[in-house]
């Protein structure tokens, strides 16, 4: 996670806003909202009212952070939106993905299989790959996968991988 924060890998129009809180001078960030370092919000990016952003998010371009959504250890690809109060830690999000409001990803330990390693008591919410719909109000327990352009209906649990494609039903 540090070489995102890596000076020479910020963009000629990111600034430090505060130490270790840098941003894009095309993204838009509400008055109200609270960024804990290190953060990176990049170009055209919207964060909402009383979002908390931080420690350890990075935000990729042309993402909107809708009000109250609180994200801790999360990296967020670019054209994604998390809606309002979502909850996100330890989590990583594709490019294009969308999370309804009221989304929750807690976080913790988790065994990671990864092809035929299994990494054990891994730090993951989870990972939402890219172009997958996730509808509000939606749980996702510790460690759990969603494939690329999966569809996740309002008021789902999921626990577990999610092939690339498929409809959760509620």
Not at 35 to 43: D, E, H, K, M, T
Not at 74 to 82: A, C, F
Not at 142 to 154: D, E, K, Y
Request: net charge negative; glycine share 14%.
């Amino acid at each position: 996670m540090q070489t995102l924060f890596d000076q020479n890998r910020i963009g000629d129009e990111t600034t430090e806003q505060s130490p270790g809180v840098f941003s894009d001078q095309t993204a838009t960030i509400h008055e109200d909202a609270t960024l804990r370092p290190p953060v990176i919000v990049s170009a055209d990016t919207v964060v909402g009212p009383q979002a908390v952003l931080g420690p350890g998010v990075a935000v990729g371009e042309n993402t909107t952070i809708g009000a109250g959504a609180v994200l801790t250890n999360v990296l967020v690809d670019s054209d994604t939106r998390v809606g309002q109060n979502a909850t996100l830690i330890d989590t990583v999000l594709g490019q294009g993905v969308h999370l309804g409001p009221g989304v929750i990803i807690a976080g913790g330990p988790a065994d990671i299989r990864i092809d035929t390693k299994v990494h054990e008591d891994c730090d993951l919410g989870g990972v939402i790959a890219d172009r997958a719909t996730v509808g509000g109000g939606v749980t996702v327990a510790s460690g759990s996968l969603v494939g690329s352009a999966a569809t996740i209906q309002s008021n789902a649990h999921i626990d577990g991988n999610i092939p690339n494609e498929a409809e959760v039903l509620r």
